[in-house]
């Protein structure tokens, strides 16, 4: 039997630049799209070119595992009835097809994995050669440096598709790489493609415009078909007050006062990242003068960056779950971090909505030193309330990804300096709680 490669698939006319582009050896894409340009299509289908020709393994990377089962590898395709990854990896060029891992391994030992931003570096098998970030503007940026290298080094190729959402991680790396040779950089709003009638463009924007209102039903429409940087993200909580930082120019360099206390807030990951905030603070100004976040390291690496740091510290504030006991040990996390010669502070129990209010309330204060925040500005500006389909509204709660670990450590900082009278309670040895 002969299979050609794409398989029964032609790229429409104005995907066309992107394919031929491809082709001609660009291993490094970028590629901002409207919706329905058909934007996986084109990665998984390019994929399936390459795993035939070099054998390695290749990774398909949504921002979410979860995301990734449901847009990826169970997604039909409405115009056949198909599963997408059917139609692009024929069941003849594999040897098995793992549900459970969505992974196919092909005949000639190539594999093709789907994955998310959130799980990448706890996959266990070969480094990939091939990568496809999926809406990358909703992805962990720290994914991208994580994988570059191994791809500088083994010769690998990486396309990363997507719509714009705001000026992020994703606009960056457009800013930077939108005029290299070595790059192909597409921004493909509809304007440009009139892939649909306009009397179907007008629908969709009057459409938006009831359902969300005149100004978010803009933002949003601009955002996805015409792929507007300026666009607000939607559900962000804190998007306006990080737009006024930076109209105001308090996301600067930001100097760390020598003769100043360095305090900490830190979100403690069980499974996942541990996120940890310094800032000073100085009259009323809250000065973030640094960032930090890792995954799958134990406490005491942790106690090494702050030492490698070499900051003059003050309170190190833990959230309120810190003190509970694992089963394993016996010991808190509270008791762990004070072995290693951290003395921590406990903020108190607040729920989620109150919390926020409080971020809200203490960002007119805060200056963020642009460098050394990068990471936990970009996570604090997509930091966005969930949005139930079926409703057609947000739900009462954030959505759970790699911007919350450095929001929840962010929280805590702000109800830690809540502006109310607070007294100290011992509870044991080197340890307080905020009232």
Request: aromatic letters at 10%.
């Amino acid at each position: 039997m002969t299979i050609t490669l794409p398989n029964n698939w032609r790229p429409r006319d104005y995907q066309m630049p992107d394919w031929q582009a491809l082709e001609s050896g660009k291993k490094r894409a970028l590629i901002f799209a409207h919706r329905r340009y058909g934007k996986d299509d084109i990665a998984l289908h390019w994929t399936a070119t390459q795993v035939v020709q070099r054998i390695g393994t290749y990774w398909h990377m949504l921002p979410e595992a979860a995301q990734a089962r449901k847009a990826i590898w169970e997604a039909i395709n409405p115009h056949t009835g198909k599963r997408r990854i059917d139609e692009a990896f024929p069941k003849e060029l594999r040897a098995t097809t793992r549900e459970q891992e969505m992974l196919i391994k092909f005949r000639n030992g190539s594999t093709w994995q789907v994955v998310g931003s959130d799980n990448f570096n706890s996959l266990v098998g070969s480094p990939p050669i091939g990568v496809v970030g999926s809406e990358w503007a909703l992805a962990n940026p720290l994914a991208w440096g994580y994988i570059r290298p191994i791809l500088l080094e083994n010769g690998g190729w990486a396309v990363f598709i997507t719509t714009p959402r705001g000026k992020n991680h994703a606009y960056k790396l457009f800013k930077a790489v939108k005029d290299r040779d070595d790059w192909h950089v597409r921004l493909a709003p509809i304007s440009e493609t009139m892939a649909l009638p306009q009397d179907v463009l007008d629908r969709e924007r009057e459409e938006m415009i009831a359902e969300w209102g005149p100004v978010m039903g803009e933002s949003l429409f601009r955002q996805e078909w015409q792929c507007s940087f300026d666009a607000a993200i939607l559900g962000a909580y804190y998007g306006h007050q990080l737009e006024a930082a930076q109209d105001e120019g308090r996301i600067c360099s930001v100097p760390v006062e020598a003769a100043v206390p360095v305090h900490t807030a830190w979100d403690l990951g069980m499974g996942d990242s541990t996120s940890i905030w310094f800032y000073q603070q100085v009259g009323r100004e809250i000065r973030l003068v640094d960032f930090y976040e890792a995954n799958g390291v134990g406490l005491d690496h942790y106690a090494e960056v702050l030492q490698n740091k070499g900051y003059l510290y003050g309170d190190h504030i833990l959230p309120h779950d810190a003190e509970v006991r694992e089963l394993g040990t016996g010991r808190s996390r509270i008791e762990t971090l004070q072995g290693l010669g951290i003395n921590p502070r406990i903020a108190p129990k607040l729920n989620v909505e109150d919390g926020i209010n409080a971020v809200r309330r203490i960002l007119p204060r805060c200056w963020f030193d642009e460098k050394n925040c990068d990471h936990g500005l970009e996570c604090l500006k997509q930091y966005r309330a969930e949005y139930d389909e079926k409703r057609r509204g947000f739900r009462p709660r954030p959505v759970h990804d790699w911007t919350s670990h450095a929001a929840d450590s962010f929280r805590y900082l702000a109800v830690a300096l809540q502006e109310t009278v607070t007294t100290t309670v011992n509870l044991r040895p080197n340890t307080k709680w905020i009232v």
